[in-house]
C-alpha cells in the first residue's frame, strides 16, 4: 500500500447547494498499484466524476487524504497542483478536446510546449506517441480530416506523450460507435500489457467488465470492488432486483 501509485483513504468531498450539504464523496478508500487497469463505475449522481476530479488533481477534498506517486494532494496550491498534472496525469476525454486548427502532431506536441521542451524534442516524442496508437500515417491531418476512432487515438497519443505516470481515462467510448469503442479498448487493452496504469471512468457495465479491477461508486461510496466481470454483473444485478 505504501508504495502504490494512487493511495485514496476516508476521501470526503461535499458541497454546499442551496443550505445544504451534499456528500457527493462520503469516505472513499482504495489504492491502485503501478501497472493497473482500473474501472471507476458508476451511475449519474454516484460520485464518479467527483472522484475523477480528485484523482486528476482538479480538484482538492473536503476531508481525507490522497496520495498520487508519493506526493500528497491534500493542501497543494493551485500551481503545485498544476505541476503535478502536467508531470504525472495524462488525459483521455469523452470530446477528444483537439485543436481544430492544428495537426495531429501539433495537437500532441501541445503538453511539451508547457514543459519548455525543445521543438526538436517535442516533435521526437510526438512522432513516437502517434507511431504507437498506429497513426503515424494521419501525424499531418488535422481533427476534420481523421474519423472518431483516429481523433480518440490522438488523444491518447497526447495523453502519453508526457510519460505520465497514470492514464486518466473519462468515458473515452462515449462518442464513438460500438465498433470504433472496440477499437479503443483494444488499444487501452495493448498499452495496459506494455506497463502504462489506466483509470477508466465510465457507466457502462460493459466497458467496466473489459477491465482487470472495477472500484464501483453509490450515492459516493464504494459498493464494490474486484475484478471488472464481477463488479459489472454486481451494478447490473442491483438494478435488476433494486
Not at 497542483?81 to 495537437?107: S, W, Y
Not at 524534442?121 to 488535422?142: D, I, K, W, Y
Not at 460493459?206 to 461508486?217: D, F, K, S
Request: proline share 4%; glycine share 10%; with cysteine.
Amino acid at each position: 500500500m505504501d508504495d502504490a501509485l494512487i493511495l485514496v483513504e476516508d476521501l470526503c468531498r461535499h458541497y454546499v447547494v442551496g443550505g445544504e450539504t451534499v456528500r457527493a464523496l462520503d469516505g472513499v478508500s482504495f489504492a491502485i498499484e503501478r501497472g493497473e487497469w482500473v474501472a471507476i463505475i458508476g451511475q449519474s449522481g454516484s460520485g464518479k466524476s467527483t472522484l475523477m476530479n480528485l484523482i486528476g488533481c482538479l480538484d482538492t477534498p473536503t476531508s481525507g487524504s490522497y496520495r498520487l506517486n508519493g506526493a500528497d494532494v491534500q493542501g497543494l496550491a493551485d500551481d503545485a497542483l498544476a505541476d503535478l498534472r502536467n508531470k504525472e496525469i495524462g488525459f483521455v476525454f469523452q470530446t477528444f478536446q483537439l485543436l481544430p486548427r492544428a495537426t495531429a502532431l501539433a495537437n500532441v506536441e501541445l503538453p511539451l510546449v508547457y514543459r519548455g521542451m525543445s521543438r526538436r524534442e517535442r516533435r521526437a516524442r510526438a512522432e513516437a506517441a502517434l507511431a504507437a496508437v498506429g497513426l503515424t500515417n494521419r501525424m499531418h491531418h488535422r481533427p476534420n480530416e481523421l474519423s472518431g476512432g483516429q481523433r480518440q487515438r490522438v488523444a491518447i497519443a497526447r495523453a502519453l506523450v508526457g510519460e505520465p505516470s497514470l492514464l486518466l481515462a473519462d468515458e473515452p467510448t462515449g462518442n464513438l460507435d460500438t465498433a470504433t469503442g472496440e477499437e479503443i479498448i483494444r488499444l487501452f487493452d495493448d498499452l495496459h500489457r506494455r506497463g502504462h496504469t489506466i483509470v477508466l471512468v465510465t457507466h457502462e457495465p460493459r466497458l467496466a467488465a473489459r477491465c482487470p479491477r472495477a472500484i464501483r461508486l453509490t450515492d459516493g461510496r464504494v459498493v464494490g470492488d474486484g475484478p471488472g466481470a464481477e463488479v459489472a454483473t454486481l451494478g447490473a444485478a442491483r438494478a435488476v432486483h433494486g
